[in-house]
């Protein structure tokens, strides 16, 4: 299938391309300021930088495409040495979807909903007379088979909202590589995807790269992704090139500042027992926050029942000043705890309990006192802040309802709030829209900090920020639990994020608990088999690992699996390498608790899950 | 997607029965009796006893709304107040006059107007398209009777065609001769949906244009005309259709308007008779028929935006 | 921040030299020049809003709505006749054709159509805005009310105003104009009404997409009471698009309740207003020397209209545009 290969042919080049964004007023503003790079056929090359660094718009310039309000400033964009820059959409339309193919964020979105599968695959070569209707069905059918999707015959018959995620985002790379292209753009392919998925896209974006030996530029911020897939990585900062090399020379000596600190914030996975260690001094007897046999959910409550239930029979308790993160994918339950804590979701079963005394489970009946003690920090900064108050007066409310503050005494503790995260005071006087992503995540922290809570439960507060700015920000939450003995919940689906900050961990299946217990514990052998999953899918910043990954036994069964949450035996039944079939999917695992409060929910014995 | 369509029925049954008793409710609040206005300032007590009770006027109101609903719905609206008439028979002389100019403003106006928003959206923010743009803002903003004036310059004065006022029989005429006897209040009406129709089929189709399907398909090299056809008319037919159905539902209003300017022998200038008669039995049975209408037209639209979209015809 | 761009405007050009000289070499290994004091801080999130500013057609728009809005104030002082004195009480014809005196002629009634115009705009803007502002009083009370009940009490709310709102309005108006009578307060009442309705379909979406926001979450979560979660999270949101619709919503009630005058329901005579001077002067189309009786007061109309328009389409493209397409 492989295009004879002439290895040094250049497909796509660069040259000083400069790309500016027009303004109301009719000025420009550079967003891509003269930058160099090029692409040869069977080689793939990242373009790596956090996001507003000019990423995608200059992936989309291999195309000859700007997004409505941006244009070319200047410099060259060659395909094969035309100039796609300057040429007018009639003449880019051969190239377009043929010999250039573009794959988006979000399949979701870049799906017609309207059309079947099939069709907007099959679209581009038809319409371009390169293949016959027969032809390109029987590529794409070929291509099916390679991406490994479900029922390849039928799967191209059915509309994009009938197939799952990570199988739309497979089908758009058969969208995208239908025409045979020279050039595939890849744009954040599988940012939106959990860790497990993206794994298996990853695989088999990079099997049809190599089969197909066209050359690629992906667009990515992780580094650790990049890792797998490219040859030579372009780093970009605020649209221009800071260091480009090849792929194992950037990963293993950086040289730019701005590369070095990308690579110091990719956490790798602390090997067992290096969970960090805060000191016992502010350890109590009581927990300071506890769940126990907690069903709930949401919908209709029929027979004392809600009509989804989502968490079945979980028990977490927060001991004092230490921190206990939640992981599982997405959709597991992971929000839901966290809203049963909150006295947001009342559970159908089950008591809460603060410093050890009974807490009402709807947050109505919860005193100001009990309030005060649990705060809430949600993922997105963006809808967390009031966009028509003053950072000053976000943070002086609770201050004013909790503490009664008011004057100057308020001023100087917003004051000392702001410094507490790290920014200066003026920022009393902005609003949220005049910070960035990463300062409106501090202000959201800030605000829980300001009633001098006990616990502070932490939803997915890195996941919308780039990986610096994240990383930033868990600094900043690791000196602000030594500094004040807060205890933190720390919810995120990248099992590297959680365990780098907590120390106990919770690993969440489809609404139940599957292992539970100290970091170090859960991170060392034995592993419940979702949680050897999960650690072996955590994408290492090393050339290699992907194909190593994916030999496991594991990934093998598991990546592909759909989650069953009506099962009646283990949840993890279909994806679970070691299931027992007549045990397994029949009766619910029993809890496996060893003398270090390490639980494992599996009908496995502990001593075969080493 | 049946459930779906079961429950919009329900709904529009409900809101059919909700605007029954409004409509009811509404003509029994009218200030002085039925039979004191039927009868005049001279008649006996044992006269206006005797009309109420051949009106069925001395049951109780719910007992008199049941008849009334039956009625309606089974052709029977009662007798006017101010002509002794079958309402029914009243209604029948007119109502052809309503839908012949209702139908040929919908068949003239609709496809023309859709064609010209869709068009302008092809072309976001060209010469046409604000000149559409600024054309249709105008209209929207204009009352109905200005238009009808400047269309009377234009073609009574203008080109001299003929009287403003148009009375007569519309029987054995043909499509072009319907439209000239017609043609001021039909194109009066035409520029009154089509101010709508112009701007809502533009934002519905300019919506999709927007997506990142539309996005997709251009970095696929899909021609212009594809694109539009396939890709975005496809999605934006739900919308569209929900839009036309609305701007029918307003064509309601806007006739009355339009009938009572050009002294129209419709139903409407029936209905602002019955008003000014204060014929309360012709404003119950005509205001039921004409909310019934666009009631029915508002359910059309929701259902041709469920029928339209993908997700809900092909399930899981 | 602020030494990382000055910085790299520079280094910007230097080091797309280098690198075109470089790129000829294969894999190499790039790094741009850098000066290790900067640090390379996350970029601002978006560029700040640029200040709302009128556009041409907006002050168009302001120039028209206040010229209007000053004859409604003063029209009683500036107009030259009484709205029903005769200015050629000696040579009585109808529709006389303009002239000095009669700067716009006469209308059937051999009144002077300027004076009864300017007296007609204050009873035309006065009636609207009072009966917008009722709508908006009834609808967003109701609204936000409906937006932050439980469930049930919200059904019912809307379920109502489902059907009110599936009536046609003329014909609302109609009967209960028929049943009630027709002046003034009546006509208010009944727009302010009906209208009340539309603002009630438009708060209660607004209410309940504020009150999904997190920060409304984390007021609850905090303990605030109702009246807090509504006048300082919800309300400061509320505000502008609702402020833009108030604009939408008084051109409808201008047209409506001149629609309701035109068909004889509204303004009584010998008050004049600009839908009824329509109404009674339609016969100068058919008998007239002159159609201005006719079209003097719907371009009266159309121009307030338009105006108000242009000033909405300013605001709405600034405070995002979405507000259209919610409508
Ligand atoms: N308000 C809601 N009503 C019904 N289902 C919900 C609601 N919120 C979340 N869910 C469902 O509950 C499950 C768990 O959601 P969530 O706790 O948000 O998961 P996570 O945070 O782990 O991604 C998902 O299947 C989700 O669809
Ligand atoms: S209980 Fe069975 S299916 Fe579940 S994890 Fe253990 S071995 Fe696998
Ligand atoms: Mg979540």
Redesign the interface.
């Known amino acids: 299938m492989a295009k004879q290969t002439h290895k040094?042919e250049i497909i796509f080049?660069a040259?000083?391309l400069q790309i500016s964004a027009i303004?109301?007023?009719g000025s420009e503003?550079?967003i891509v300021?003269?930058?160099?790079?090029?692409v040869k056929r069977g080689e793939v090359v990242a373009l790596i930088g956090?996001s507003?660094?000019g990423k995608t718009t200059i992936s989309?310039a291999s195309?000859g495409?700007c997004?409505p309000g941006l244009k070319f400033a200047g410099g060259e964009a060659l395909f094969k040495g035309q100039d796609v820059s300057k040429m007018t959409?009639d003449e880019?339309?051969?190239?377009?979807?043929?010999k250039v193919?573009?794959l988006?964020q979000?399949a979701a979105?870049?799906?017609?909903?309207?059309?079947r599968i099939n069709e907007q695959v099959t679209?581009?070569p038809i319409?371009?007379k390169t293949k016959t209707k027969e032809q390109a069905d029987k590529k794409a059918l070929e291509l099916y088979h390679a991406l490994e999707l479900p029922d390849p015959e039928n799967i191209g018959n059915?509309?994009p909202?009938?197939v799952s995620g990570g199988q739309l985002q497979r089908l758009m790379a058969a969208?995208a590589l239908c025409g045979d292209p020279d050039l595939l753009v890849l744009d954040e392919p599988t940012t939106a995807l959990d860790v497990t998925t993206q794994i298996e896209v990853l695989k088999a974006f990079k099997a049809v790269i190599k089969q197909q030996g066209a050359a690629a530029i992906y667009v990515t911020h992780d580094l650790a992704v990049v890792a797998q897939i490219a040859d030579?990585i372009v780093v970009l900062?605020?649209?221009?090139?800071?260091?480009?090399?090849?792929t194992d020379?950037?990963i293993n000596s950086p040289?730019?500042?701005?590369t070095k600190?990308l690579m110091e914030a990719i956490r790798p996975m602390p090997e067992a027992g290096l969970g960090e260690d805060v000191g016992d001094e502010h350890l109590r007897d009581v927990p300071v926050l506890e769940v126990n046999e907690i069903d709930a959910g949401y919908g209709k409550i029929v027979n004392g029942m809600p009509s989804s239930l989502i968490l079945k029979d979980v028990n977490v308790s927060i001991k004092r000043g230490k921190t206990v993160g939640i992981i599982g994918e997405s959709g597991c339950g992971k929000s839901t705890l966290a809203r049963v804590f909150?006295?947001?979701l009342p559970p159908a079963n089950g008591s809460i309990a603060l410093d050890g005394e009974v807490l009402a489970p709807s947050?109505k009946q919860?005193s100001?006192e009990e309030?005060r003690k649990?705060?809430?920090v949600?993922q997105?900064a963006d809808?967390?802040?009031?966009?028509?108050?003053r950072i000053g007066d976000i943070l002086g409310?609770?201050l004013e309802?909790?503490h009664g503050l008011s004057g100057k005494k308020k001023t100087a503790r917003v004051n000392d709030l702001l410094e507490m995260v790290e920014l200066p005071s003026q920022f009393a006087q902005r609003y949220p829209?005049?910070?960035?992503?990463?300062?409106?995540q501090r202000i959201n922290l800030a605000?829980a900090l300001a009633?001098d809570p006990e616990v502070v439960l932490c939803d997915e507060v890195t996941s919308a920020l780039?990986t610096?700015?994240g990383a930033n920000v868990i600094e900043l939450l690791k000196r602000l639990r030594r500094d004040l003995g807060v205890s933190f919940v720390f919810i995120s689906h990248d099992l590297s994020t959680v365990a780098s900050f907590a120390d106990e961990i919770v690993v969440l299946y489809a609404g139940r608990v599957a292992e539970q217990g100290p970091t170090d514990q859960v991170l060392s052998p034995p592993y419940h088999p979702y949680t050897r999953l999960l650690i072996s899918s955590v994408p290492e910043p090393r050339v290699g690992w992907l194909e190593d990954m994916t030999e496991t036994k594991e990934a093998v069964s598991g990546i592909s699996g759909t989650v069953d949450i009506d099962a009646i035996g283990c949840p993890f039944f279909k994806r679970c390498p070691h299931a027992i079939t007549g045990t397994c999917d029949t009766t619910a695992p029993p809890r496996q608790i060893d003398n270090n409060n390490h639980i494992i929910e599996c009908h496995l014995d502990t001593k075969d899950l080493l | 997607m049946l459930p779906l369509i079961i429950k919009r029925l329900g709904i529009g049954l409900i809101t059919v029965i909700a605007v029954s008793l409004i409509i009811f409710l509404g003509t029994k609040i009218l200030p002085g009796d039925a039979a004191q206005i039927r009868l005049g300032q001279e008649a006996t007590e044992a006269n206006i006893a005797a009309f109420r009770a051949r009106l069925g006027l001395d049951q109780p109101y719910y007992l008199q709304y049941i008849n009334w609903l039956f009625g309606f719905f089974t052709g029977d609206m009662g007798t006017s107040l101010a002509s002794d008439k079958p309402i029914t028979e009243l209604i029948y002389d007119r109502y052809e006059n309503t839908v012949y100019v209702a139908t040929l403003t919908a068949l003239i106006g609709v496809p023309i107007s859709l064609a010209l928003g869709i068009f302008a959206a092809m072309f976001p923010g060209s010469l046409y398209d604000r000149f559409l743009t600024m054309i249709s803002v105008s209209l929207v903003a204009s009352p109905e009777f200005l238009t009808a004036t400047i269309l009377v310059l234009i073609f009574v004065f203008g080109m001299g065609w003929g009287n403003a006022v148009v009375v007569g029989s519309i029987e054995g005429k043909g499509f072009f001769e319907l439209y000239r006897h017609f043609a001021l209040p039909i194109t009066t009406l035409c520029f009154v949906i089509a101010s709508q129709l112009i701007r809502m089929s533009r934002a519905a189709v300019l919506n999709v244009m927007n997506s990142p399907y539309i996005e997709m398909a251009i970095l696929k090299g899909v021609p212009r005309r594809r694109i539009i056809f396939r890709h975005a008319l496809l999605n934006a037919l739900g919308p569209i259709v929900n839009v036309v159905a609305l701007n029918l539902a307003y064509l309601v209003t806007g006739v009355i308007v339009v009938e009572v300017y050009f002294g129209y022998p419709g139903l409407a200038t029936l209905i602002v008779q019955g008003v000014q008669t204060r014929d309360f039995i012709l404003i119950q049975g005509l205001g039921m028929l004409f909310c019934l209408t666009y009631v029915i037209l508002m359910l059309i639209a929701d259902i041709a935006a469920f029928a339209s979209n993908a997700r809900l015809r092909h399930p899981k | 921040m602020s030494k990382s761009t000055s910085s790299s405007k520079i280094t910007g050009k230097s080091s797309s030299k280098k690198t075109t000289a470089k790129s000829t070499v294969e894999h190499n290994h790039f790094v741009a020049p850098y000066d290790a004091s900067v640090s390379f801080d996350e970029l601002p999130d978006a560029p700040q809003p640029s200040k709302f500013r009128f556009s041409f057609t907006g002050w168009v728009g302001i120039i028209i709505v206040t010229f209007w809005i000053i004859i409604a104030i003063t029209g009683p002082f500036i107009a030259p006749y009484g709205e029903n004195d005769l200015p050629f009480p000696d040579a009585y014809s109808e529709f006389q054709v303009p002239q000095p005196g009669a700067w716009l002629g006469t209308d059937v009634t051999d009144r002077d159509i300027l004076s009864r115009l300017i007296y007609g705009a204050g009873r035309t803007i006065g009636i609207a805005f009072l009966a917008t502002t009722l709508a908006y009083v009834l609808g967003v009370i109701l609204g936000i009310g409906a937006a932050i009940s439980n469930p049930k009490v919200d059904m019912i709310i809307s379920r109502i105003n489902d059907a009110i709102l599936s009536l046609p309005t003329i014909m609302l108006g109609l009967v209960v104009v028929a049943a009630i009578g027709s002046s003034i307060p009546v006509l208010i009442c009944t727009a302010g009404v009906i209208y009340a309705s539309v603002v009630f379909r438009l708060a209660r979406a607004l209410g309940q997409e504020i009150m999904v926001m997190d920060f409304v979450e984390a007021a609850r979560v905090r303990g605030e009471g109702l009246w807090w979660i509504i006048s300082r999270e919800i309300w400061p949101n509320a505000r502008m698009p609702l402020m833009t619709d108030f604009g939408l919503r008084l051109i409808y009630i201008i047209l409506f309740v001149s629609s309701l005058s035109f068909l004889g329901l509204g303004v009584q005579p010998p008050q004049a207003d600009w839908g009824s001077m329509v109404r009674e002067n339609l016969g100068a189309l058919q008998y007239g020397t002159s159609v201005i009786p006719v079209i003097a007061p719907a371009i009266a109309i159309a121009t307030l209209t338009v105006g108000i328009n242009l000033i909405v389409d300013d605001v709405s493209a600034f405070s995002g545009g979405k507000l259209s397409k919610r409508l």
């Open positions: 040094d080049e040259k000083n303004r109301d007023d503003l550079p300021k003269g930058v160099d790079f090029n956090e507003g660094s989309l195309l495409y997004k959409t880019l339309r051969p190239i377009r979807g043929e193919a573009y988006a979000s979105a870049t799906f017609n909903p309207s059309i679209e581009a319409l371009h059915r509309f909202h009938q969208m030579h900062y605020n649209g221009e090139v800071k260091e480009a090399g090849p020379v950037l040289q730019h500042p701005y600190r909150a006295g947001l947050l919860r100001h309030l649990i705060q809430f949600y997105m809808t967390a802040l009031n966009p028509r108050q409310r609770p309802f909790y829209h005049e910070l960035s992503g990463g300062q409106k605000r009633s780039d610096i700015v």
